[in-house]
């Protein structure tokens, strides 16, 4: 462009900003520095951000239309180049040249100290992707002039791209004059010099000035130009200086003034090569900056010359193709990138783990020892591109896909990566919108942190200051499941985190040991700081325990218990696990409703006792003995299993143990298989811990009543099941514990039981006839003398177990009545019964009059305590001329249905009607409020019935309505309006229910309402009898509201608008006024594309489609969104849909030629059909008359199509287009955005 431009002054100064005045489609952002030769600022275009630079024109004699045509012909070559990234626009203004470039937010100057920082595999990647992006821009014959750190872009999963090419600045440089190196090169103000040295020249070469702020020669001319040529050597040049700046942790090679002196000889490099650890790095950067150029080597022949050296060998056969294909436009979404990868997950570890260890030598092996393994090489690459992906991810399959990731990789990698890259994203998704997300994300976290096996000294507060705090909110979580998901993991947490502090004081200890006993003062901080920071470790988790133990949902209480409740006892040792944890678990017993958690209290407390001591069992024994008397046999069971495993642990003193055993005999005849079982299982547990004398003075006493005959070996399971007596009938052992004189019944089982021992003469018969009821219901189901005595035998736990079983009842009632608000009838005995909203059945009322008497003596006395008797006082035998409107219906039918009129109004518990026909008469009736109140409520589910079907009447009539033309009329293609008071695009077009009016929006931010009478012909001129402009923005849709002048419109700002267009008689035009209006949040839900309304009866609901995704149902009467279905924008944008007229489904177009079906019943997706050529949908309708069909419109040759939805087959097709029926070649881009659907002697227009 010419030295002479540094010696330029400007005549006036502007910002960067006052130069986007003459570009459009662009808005000013920010500015991103401003220098001599460059203005440089951000700024916002539809597609996204981009890097706008200004170069200010001072002088108009610049031949900048040769440079633009170079900058064009420079991106033509560099588009099928993936590590370049070329100026893709370049315009001149009187004021100013502007180029324009993708914007990206790191350049490698800034990345090098940006956490987290590179490692030496990410290093010799990028490194590797600069070569990669040389060798591709000089095979394409572009020479760049300009590399250093601030023109290498690094995207956010570290892929290179070089930019800013600079072919327009001069090729050399005077050598004692820096202003041309000050104007073009230094705009970093950092000093730092990465231009080869052969680009410095002898000031004689150029015109001498005295003023070293003044360029010495101009190279504007063409010849000059072409004699000033760059070529590759000076790009490897500076390469190689980037990349030794890159692994000296930014240290740079040169200055302006090293450099010069390193072109004559008087500076070396090894002093800063020396910092570059890794050899292979260090020779090919020594290779690369040789002062002579002919010496360098091109980018293709080092990248061959260090394959398997200073890059890995994964680097080329896989690592490169595999991850360019993520820079292709096709993987712009974060969530196909996810999905992708771990699609070919099996196949990327295969390639990984082969490839890997081909290329290593034993160089290599000595130079790099931050990498544990080839492989892994490789794996950092990759996480990078999944953890640069889950701040995006909008999709919960995916967010799920890329926890699955991490996973699967994280075994593979080093501490640093683990606690470093993924732990922060784990904890990311622990406040993620989604309780699916946060709880997999909990599992996820625990399972990482468990494979971390060593804990790297800047990490050794990491649980107490970052993971534990990060996932404290959970414990209080809004969502069970994820409460569930904490609770399942809080043990393996704890543990982990208690394994990091001993890691951490074992690593203190081993550095303390290493100072040799020099200071003996200091040997007593690390044992200090571990009990400190393990007090303030078991206060942090005991916090979130005791919030877990109290929550109120069991299943959360349940889960703590079932999922490491014995690693917590370790955890926070003996003391705390008795004051915490026992007394916690202690009170779920209390909960009587809930049996499942009372069994995982049995279950649990084993280990707790195990670890609390023997201590424990005076605590435990009336616990024990509760759960043995528990109504759910289950729970019985489960304490049996946890009295054995104590009594084997020996954490059962002898008096306790004794006193289990006659508790525990009786179920020795238990109708429960399993509890049988587990009685024979703690006998022998008994007895093999007790000596002979033991056994046969405690233990047998106890055994002989269930037993055949005499045993030894009472130790052996099988040999005591073999001995059994039958156990007692389960019919009669439910039947009696049913019974609600259970006590009673035993008293006269006990003196039956005397009377045949002979204790007494005789048992008197029982006086109570429920007691001889229940006993003779008993011997009818077969109940024996033996069965009797087992009866007996098992009174005490029938007593406790009746009595604990109604205790549940109550509580059952009580806590039914006082929290959910839901009474179970089935428990009361009430018969449900039925009444038909349809066809309600009426009867004249005379008729009614003369059943009264046959009705009444059908109802029982519970209904007539109910709803009253239908006795009057006096009847008169004359007809009856009551209005029926106050007469209510009779009592229940024997069929369980309610039949007759209900009152419309209030009905007082009496009503009296006074008639006079022949002579005085009263009829009198008399309602209880109760039976009122239940006719009311039926009425009012006839009406509310009533008018949904009536809704669903008008619609289908109005909205299909066969409206034939006269005979012998045939369309004329008349124009018979032109409307052009819009100023901008139209974008639709809606016509009331009765066709008076209708409305039109445009972008011009305007809508406009129409008369329809005035399109006859009877005016002369045709205008807009309204317009509403207080929206905002483009009006994108609109729709009238069925039967009725509210107008519903949609704007791109957000908002949503229902407007009440009130009519007047003319000349006076309509007025409107707004009623609601609602703003959708730009950035969760987008703008509406699309709405429709219809009248479900029982509600009002505006339908709305929005780009994001989001189908919503707005309640119009209650405010409040009846439903919400997020469509899956894999299938493409919303761009239109429609409803059936019977609300039961709707259909969605998209951008990408899908329509897709939802159920709107049960809010489910049915499925989805393609157009053949992807077009888009730009309108969809259902069909009138074929319930499963939709009309679409789509993109290009005019095309109007009718689809089956049920097989995705295209039934017809209008094409008006030159293009071949059905051909998928777009000849025309032209379609129809407005169309209309009626039904006309049977066929479809």
């Keep these: 462009m010419g030295n002479q431009l540094a010696g330029i002054a400007p005549s006036q100064i502007l910002s960067v900003d006052s130069y986007f005045s003459d570009i459009h489609d662009y808005e000013y952002d920010k500015s991103l520095g401003s220098t001599r030769f460059f203005k440089v600022a951000r700024a916002k275009h539809r ?60 350049n490698l100057y800034d990345r090098i100290s940006t956490r987290p920082f590179l490692n030496n595999v990410e290093k010799k990647w990028i490194a590797f992707q600069l070569l990669n992006a040389v060798d591709q821009a000089h095979k394409s014959g572009v020479r760049h002039g300009d590399i250093k750190t601030e023109n290498v872009m690094v995207t956010s999963w570290n892929w290179v791209l070089l930019t800013d090419f600079a072919s327009f600045k001069p090729t050399y440089l005077p050598e004692d004059n820096p202003a041309d190196f000050n104007y073009f090169f230094d705009t970093s103000r950092r000093r730092t010099c990465y231009i080869a040295p052969e680009r410095f020249v002898d000031g004689s070469m150029f015109a001498t000035e005295s003023d070293q702020t003044t360029p010495l020669v101009d190279l504007s001319s063409n010849s000059q130009r072409t004699r000033g040529e760059l070529k590759q050597p000076m790009d490897i040049f500076s390469a190689g200086c980037v990349i030794a700046e890159l692994f000296t942790e930014g240290v740079p090679l040169f200055d302006l003034s090293q450099l010069l002196a390193y072109r004559k000889g008087h500076f070396q490099t090894e002093q800063v090569l020396m910092k570059i650890e890794d050899c292979s790095i260090r020779e090919l950067v020594a290779e690369m900056v040789q002062r002579e150029p002919e010496k360098r080597l091109t980018a293709e022949e080092y990248l061959k010359q260090q394959r398997g050296k200073a890059f890995p060998e994964i680097f080329y056969t896989f690592l490169q193709p595999y991850m360019a294909q993520f820079a292709k436009e096709t993987f712009q979404s974060a969530d196909e990138r ?107 976290l625990t399972k990482v942190l468990a494979l971390v096996k060593e804990v790297p000294r800047n990490d050794v507060n990491i649980y107490p200051e970052y993971i534990l705090p990060g996932i404290a909110h959970l414990a209080q979580d809004e969502a069970t499941i994820v409460r569930l998901a904490y609770a399942e993991n809080i043990a393996h947490l704890a543990e982990t985190a208690l394994r990091f502090l001993e890691l951490v004081q074992e690593n203190n200890l081993s550095s303390e040991q290493d100072l040799n006993g020099e200071d003996t003062e200091e040997t007593l901080h690390p044992n200090e700081n571990y009990d400190s920071e393990l007090q303030a470790l078991h206060e942090m988790v ?39 944890l026992l007394s916690h678990m202690i009170t779920f017993l209390n909960d009587k409703n809930d049996w499942h958690l009372r069994g995982a209290f049995f279950d649990s407390i084993v280990g707790v006792a195990a670890y609390v001591g023997w201590q424990s069992s005076s605590i435990l024994k009336p616990l024990l003995q509760q759960g043995l008397s528990d109504a759910e046999e289950f729970v019985i069971y489960k304490a049996l299993n946890a009295l054995t495993c104590m009594c084997q642990l020996g954490l059962l003193q002898k008096p306790h143990i004794y006193e289990f055993v006659g508790d525990i005999a009786p179920f020795l005849c238990h109708p429960n298989l399993w509890i049988r079982y587990g009685a024979v299982g703690f006998i022998t547990v008994v007895a093999q811990h007790l000596n002979i004398a033991d056994v046969y003075c405690k233990l047998m006493p106890h055994l002989n009543p269930f037993i055949t005959q005499p045993i030894i070996q009472i130790d052996k399971e099988i040999v ?137 003596s059908n109802l029982n006395e519970e209904w007539k305590s109910m709803f009253g008797s239908l006795d009057p006082p006096s009847l008169a035998q004359t007809p009856s001329t009551v209005p029926n409107v106050l007469v209510p219906s009779g009592g229940g039918e024997p069929n369980g249905t309610l039949a007759g009129e209900c009152l419309r109004s209030e009905t007082l518990p009496t009503i009296q009607v006074v008639q006079s026909v022949t002579g005085a008469s009263t009829y009198q009736r008399r309602i209880t409020t109760c039976k009122a109140e239940l006719q009311q409520l039926v009425q009012q589910k006839r009406e509310q019935c009533s008018a949904e079907r009536m809704a669903k009447q008008m619609m289908e009539s109005a909205e299909w ?91 791109d700002n957000g908002s949503i608008q229902l407007l009440a267009v009130e009519a007047n008689k003319p000349p006076k035009s309509p007025k409107v ?83 897709a079906c939802w159920d709107m019943r049960f809010q489910l997706p049915i499925s989805s059909h393609s157009h053949p050529a992807r077009a888009r949908i730009r309108r969809l309708l259902m069909h009138p008359l074929y319930q499963s069909s939709v009309i679409a419109a789509v993109q290009g040759n005019n095309e109007v199509s009718m689809w089956d939805m049920e097989t995705g087959d295209r039934k017809f097709t209008l094409w008006a287009s030159s293009a071949p029926p059905l051909s998928e070649m777009q000849v025309c881009c032209h379609f129809y955005l407005q169309y209309r659907s009626r039904v006309w002697d049977q066929n479809d227009f």
Aim: net charge positive; charged share 25%.
């Design 1073 to 1155: 006024q707004p009623c609601q209006t609602r703003f959708l949040d730009p950035k969760d839900e987008g703008c509406a594309v699309d709405v429709h309304h219809f009248n479900s009866g029982a509600q009002t609901v505006l339908a709305y489609a929005t780009v994001n995704g989001f189908l919503v149902g707005w309640d119009l009467r209650s405010n409040s969104n009846a439903w919400t279905l997020r469509h899956d924008l894999r299938l493409g944008l919303i761009t239109s849909f429609a409803v059936d007229m019977h609300q039961c489904w709707l259909c969605v177009g998209t951008s990408n030629g899908t329509m």
């Design 720 to 856: 005591l099941l073999s001995v059994l007596k039958e156990p007692v009938s389960r019919s009669i052992f439910d039947y009696a514990l049913r019974s609600k004189d259970i006590g009673s019944l035993f008293r006269h089982l006990l003196l039956r039981q005397k009377k045949r021992n002979g204790s007494i003469p005789e048992c008197p018969v029982p006086e109570d006839p429920a007691i001889a009821q229940l006993l003779k219901k008993l011997l009818s189901q077969g109940m024996t003398e033996a069965e009797e005595d087992k009866l007996l035998a098992l009174k005490d736990f029938m007593l406790k177990s009746n009595k604990a079983k109604a205790n549940i009842i109550d509580q059952s009632h009580l806590s039914d009545g006082a929290h959910s608000g839901v009474i179970d009838l089935s428990t009361l005995g009430i018969t449900g019964r039925q009444v038909d909203l349809i066809k309600p059945k009426q009867e004249p009322e005379d008729k009614r009059a003369r059943k009264h008497t046959k009705q009444d």
């Design 338 to 444: 996810v999905l992708v990868i771990r699609k070919n997950l099996e196949n990327i570890l295969n390639n990984l783990c082969s490839g890997g260890q081909t290329g290593k030598t034993e160089k290599q092996e000595k130079a790099s020892q931050e990498l544990s393994s080839s492989k892994e090489q490789g794996l950092v690459v990759l996480v990078s591109v999944i953890t640069s992906c889950l701040q995006t991810l909008r999709f919960c399959d995916s967010k799920l896909a890329a926890l699955e990731l991490i996973l699967h990789l994280a075994g593979r990698l080093n501490v640093e990566i683990v606690l470093d890259r993924i732990t922060p994203y784990l904890l990311h998704f622990c406040n993620d919108t989604m309780p699916r997300v946060r709880a997999e994300a909990v599992r996820t």
């Design 542 to 580: 005991q916090q979130k325990v005791v919030t877990l133990l109290s929550d109120p949902e069991n299943i959360v209480k349940q889960t703590l218990m079932e999922n490491g409740i014995t690693r917590l006892c370790v955890f926070f040792g003996r003391q705390k696990a008795n004051d915490v």
């Design 47 to 106: 597609e996204g951000l981009v890097v706008v630079k200004v170069f200010a024109i001072q002088d108009p004699s610049l031949p900048l239309t040769s440079y633009k045509q170079e900058l064009e012909e420079l991106k033509i070559r560099l588009h099928s180049c993936q590590n370049c990234l070329p100026f893709q626009k370049t315009t001149l203004t009187e004021k100013a040249a502007i180029l324009f470039r993708q914007y990206v937010r790191d």
């Design 961 to 1051: 309505e066969s409206r034939p033309p006269p005979p012998g009329w045939h369309p004329k293609g008349l124009l018979v309006a032109h409307l052009h008071e819009h100023k901008s695009a139209v974008n639709r077009i809606r016509v009331s229910d009765e066709h008076s009016i209708f409305a039109t929006c445009s972008n011009d931010g305007t809508v406009k309402i129409w008369d329809s009478q005035k399109m006859e012909g009877k005016t002369t001129t045709t205008r807009s009898v309204l317009t509403y402009s207080r929206i905002g923005g483009h009006v994108k849709t609109l729709t009238f509201c069925q039967g009725s002048h509210y107008l519903a419109v949609a704007s």
